[in-house]
């Protein structure tokens, strides 16, 4: 039985603990209002264009600015392999400015898959361009944000921002307990390079896909938001897919910036 002196101490410590929490709330939700003003404005939808569709530019996922801004990163899924060249379509992203919406053409520089990650890059004047976190210095339990499209351009392409926490850093696929839940993607993870991706509570959709997720202080480019690719290896057993979300390692970006250079 623990003493009285003991059961004070316990209760002074947890109460700094409180306290500490108390105190350290305002200070991140500053760093949230401030970061966001500097994240969306890298922020783009992406799509194709097609001048005699309607609509013109059809969305497919959310992307954003790097390396030289002129450089967009997004998830390989969102890019569509085929383009119907004979009604003229383009890959293209869509901006806001200050008078609207503003679409630009896009090209594919770069391709990593196996991560799906890609790289495009965009015709005119440079985006204000993230800066992407130097190391692997993520942190389970860590706070992060990510700024995109969560429902695609149904209620407009205003960037919208959630905020969560990393809360556990885990292999993207996981062994199954029996042949039938295997399916030819887990297959193909399980057999060739098995990476950790960061699995976020936070809420994300599907037009969220591509999305930077970040670090609220450093404003730091920690992930790349993933719901397709992930969910397909991590929840291939289950019939309804979580509302977990995903994010794939900034590190995977990084190589391929490195590679263009």
Do not use: W
């Not at 700094?16 to 350290?24: P, Q, S, T, V, W």
């Not at 993230?130 to 860590?142: F, I, T």
Request: proline share 7%; charged share 20%; hydrophobic share 45%.
């Amino acid at each position: 039985m623990s003493d009285p002196v003991s059961l004070r101490r316990r209760a002074v410590l947890g109460g700094g603990l409180a306290f500490g929490m108390l105190l350290a709330a305002p200070r991140l939700r500053a760093d949230l209002v401030a970061a966001v003003p500097r994240i969306r404005p890298a922020v783009v939808a992406v799509g194709t264009y097609q001048p005699r569709r309607n609509p013109a530019f059809r969305f497919l996922g959310t992307g954003f600015a790097v390396g030289d801004g002129r450089s967009i990163a997004t998830n390989a899924h969102v890019v569509p392999e085929v383009l119907d060249g004979e009604r003229m379509e383009e890959l293209a992203i869509a901006v806001a400015d200050g008078q609207g919406t503003a679409v630009r053409r896009a090209e594919r520089v770069a391709a990593d898959k196996d991560h799906d990650l890609v790289l495009l890059r965009i015709e005119g004047a440079a985006l204000p361009a993230l800066e992407l976190a130097p190391g692997d210095s993520v942190r389970e339990g860590q706070r992060i944000a990510f700024t995109g499209f969560p429902i695609g351009n149904a209620l407009g392409l205003v960037p919208v921002t959630h905020r969560g926490i990393v809360s556990a850093i885990t292999p993207i696929g996981i062994p199954q307990a029996g042949a039938r839940d295997l399916d030819p993607a887990l297959i193909r993870r399980l057999s060739g390079e098995r990476f950790d991706i960061y699995q976020l509570d936070a809420t994300a959709y599907p037009g969220n896909s591509g999305s930077p997720v970040f670090d609220p202080h450093s404003r730091q480019v920690i992930g790349i938001l993933n719901m397709v690719l992930v969910k397909r290896t991590k929840e291939s057993v289950l019939s309804d897919p979580s509302g977990i979300s995903y994010a794939i390692p900034v590190r995977y970006l990084r190589a391929m910036l490195q590679t263009l250079r």
